[in-house]
């Protein structure tokens, strides 16, 4: 069984950073992909990036390319969502996930997710 855990998240003011980090287990083929997303209030989930279990292969969505980045630490298992230069907007709820055979960037194509950790950027 697929399971994934967030954590990091919190308070950050306007161009501060976070590190989100999302622990997994059960995964057992480098077929897989993770993913991070989140979710605004009031808005559809959005893709953010992506890496391959095996810790090669990355790509980030345009709308956050330049300040956010995707990592993986292979012996711990864990996906990192390195975030700079926060804004106000990117205040949601960040969610990883895995595709146990894709490539994808759409919330379907995802099985697996974890139960979110929240990002708040305020002063």
């Known amino acids: 069984q697929v399971q994934l855990v967030e954590s990091g998240g919190g308070l950050v003011q306007p161009g501060g950073s976070l590190r989100l980090a999302c622990a997994a287990s059960?995964?057992?083929?480098?077929?897989?992909?993770m993913g991070w997303f989140r979710q605004a209030p009031g808005k559809e989930r959005e893709f953010l990036a992506r890496?391959?279990?095996?810790?090669?292969?990355?790509y980030i969505a345009d709308s956050v390319k330049g300040r956010f980045t995707i990592s993986k630490d292979n012996a711990k298992n864990t996906v990192f969502l390195q975030m700079n230069s926060l804004k106000p907007e990117d205040t949601a709820v960040y969610y990883c996930?895995?595709?146990?055979?894709?490539?994808?960037?759409?919330?379907?194509?995802?099985?697996?997710w974890g139960q979110g950790t929240q990002v708040t950027v305020s002063s």
């Open positions: 996930a895995a595709d146990r055979d894709g490539w994808g960037t759409q919330e379907y194509e995802y099985d697996y």
């Open positions: 059960g995964i057992i083929s480098n077929k897989y992909v």
């Open positions: 890496v391959r279990w095996s810790g090669t292969g990355t």
